[in-house]
């Protein structure tokens, strides 16, 4: 049984730029803006309104991804820490690892893990959430880290048996090409026993999927406009954010959910950053998310593919939501 690190100071390692997110959205910003079909990456929904309201989305009825996995991981958290035989767990985009706390707990029961090693692009609310992690498990050692996942795999603390925990459906967002690239990089990046913790949506009636991305009481629409807020704010745009509207399709033949901000009417809309004026009609939309819902073979496939050497997964009797353990 590893011996757990005592009162180690946690510590955090920032591979970002103090400009990088201003030069990313600047870029992403220009892209979508000037090429079409008009594509703004999802990440920009998360300045501190952004995040407040995606809370809100994950306690709506309509919403189930979040809660089904957690009880799936509270069902098969013992499990996993038996199969992974972990001693350093890193969770990307690890926000406030909130349903994290489910692993760390069984963990801490069975003795077994030495160190946690949350990442996320957001320095400020990584360093709170360690706090809090600090307070509630004083035997771990931590270690956060500031980066961009797609881009510092290779800076992952080594040593021990290692489970990289991508948890929310969040693999959803890459496009099919990202998403092999993606989970290729996380393979070379381990070793052998090393493992990989992946929570994917499933396909269902897409009557629900509408339902989970298009709630009644229009959080999810608030949410979707407020990337255009981070643009006017960060950039200097004139956005008319009345003059947008929200849009969630089911697309059948990507089998992904398409969410778009549409223009209601003619208008021209101007980025002081990026000395750039655009026109737009009515109708003309800018996609700010997709969000694949996957089968669970499929899933098998693609992790198996990118080369892991075997895939574990669980889910929920409805069928909702799936969790892959895939070890190298």
């Given at each position: 049984?590893?011996?757990?690190?005592?009162?180690?100071?946690?510590?955090?390692?920032?591979?970002?730029?103090?400009?990088?997110a201003?030069?990313?959205?600047?870029r992403d910003?220009?892209?979508?803006?000037?090429?079409?079909?008009?594509?703004l990456p999802?990440?920009?929904?998360?300045d501190a309104?952004g995040?407040?309201?995606?809370?809100?989305?994950t306690?709506?009825?309509?919403?189930?991804?979040?809660?089904?996995?957690?009880?799936?991981?509270?069902?098969?958290?013992?499990t996993?820490?038996?199969?992974?035989?972990?001693?350093?767990l890193?969770?990307?985009?690890?926000?406030?690892?909130?349903?994290?706390?489910?692993?760390?707990?069984?963990?801490t029961?069975?003795?077994?893990?030495q160190?946690?090693?949350?990442?996320d692009v957001?320095e400020?609310?990584?360093?709170q959430?360690?706090?809090?992690?600090?307070?509630?498990?004083?035997h771990?050692s931590?270690?956060?880290?500031?980066?961009d996942?797609?881009?510092?795999?290779?800076?992952?603390p080594?040593?021990?048996r290692?489970?990289?925990a991508?948890?929310g459906?969040?693999?959803?967002?890459?496009?099919p090409?990202?998403?092999q690239?993606?989970?290729?990089n996380?393979?070379?990046?381990?070793?052998?026993?090393?493992?990989l913790?992946?929570?994917?949506?499933?396909?269902?009636?897409?009557?629900?999927l509408?339902?989970?991305?298009?709630?009644?009481?229009?959080?999810?629409?608030?949410?979707n406009?407020?990337?255009l807020h981070?643009?006017?704010?960060?950039l200097?745009?004139?956005?008319?954010?009345?003059?947008?509207?929200?849009v969630?399709?089911w697309?059948?033949?990507?089998?992904?959910?398409?969410?778009?901000?549409?223009?209601?009417?003619?208008?021209?809309?101007h980025?002081?950053?990026?000395?750039?004026?655009?026109?737009?009609?009515?109708?003309?939309?800018?996609q700010t998310?997709?969000?694949?819902?996957?089968r669970?073979?499929?899933?098998?496939?693609?992790?198996?593919?990118?080369?892991?050497?075997?895939?574990?997964?669980?889910?929920?009797?409805?069928?909702?939501?799936n969790?892959?353990l895939?070890l190298?």
């Open positions: 049984m590893p011996k757990p690190y005592s009162q180690v100071a946690p510590s955090i390692d920032v591979h970002l730029q103090p400009d990088w201003r030069i990313a959205l600047e910003v220009r892209r979508a803006l000037t090429v079409k079909p008009r594509v999802p990440k920009w929904f998360y309104r995040s407040a309201l995606f809370h809100q989305i306690q709506l009825k309509e919403y189930y991804p979040t809660e089904t996995e957690r009880r799936i991981l509270a069902q098969q958290a013992a996993i820490v038996d199969l992974s035989g972990a001693e350093t890193i969770e990307l985009g690890s926000g406030t690892s909130d349903k994290t706390r489910v692993l760390l707990d069984a963990f029961q069975r003795n077994q893990l160190r946690f090693v949350p990442f957001s400020a609310p990584l360093r959430a360690m706090d809090t992690l600090g307070l509630q498990y004083p771990l931590l270690r956060g880290i500031v980066g996942f797609t881009q510092h795999l290779g800076l992952l080594t040593g021990g290692r489970l990289i991508f948890l459906g969040t693999i959803g967002n890459f496009y090409e990202e998403r690239i993606f989970l290729e996380v393979a070379r990046t381990l070793q052998p026993g090393d493992g913790l992946l929570g994917t949506d499933l396909i269902k009636d897409p009557v629900r509408v339902a989970a991305y298009d709630d009644p009481g229009g959080v999810t629409a608030e949410f406009l407020n990337a981070v643009i006017n704010r960060t200097g745009a004139n956005f008319d954010v009345t003059a947008w509207e929200h969630a399709l697309d059948a033949e990507h089998e992904w959910m398409d969410l778009r901000v549409q223009s209601k009417r003619l208008q021209s809309v980025v002081h950053a990026l000395d750039l004026t655009v026109s737009f009609e009515t109708g003309d939309w800018i998310e997709i969000s694949t819902k996957f669970q073979e499929r899933v098998q496939q693609e992790l198996t593919s990118a080369g892991f050497d075997s895939v574990t997964s669980w889910t929920d009797p409805a069928g909702d939501f969790l892959s895939a190298r």
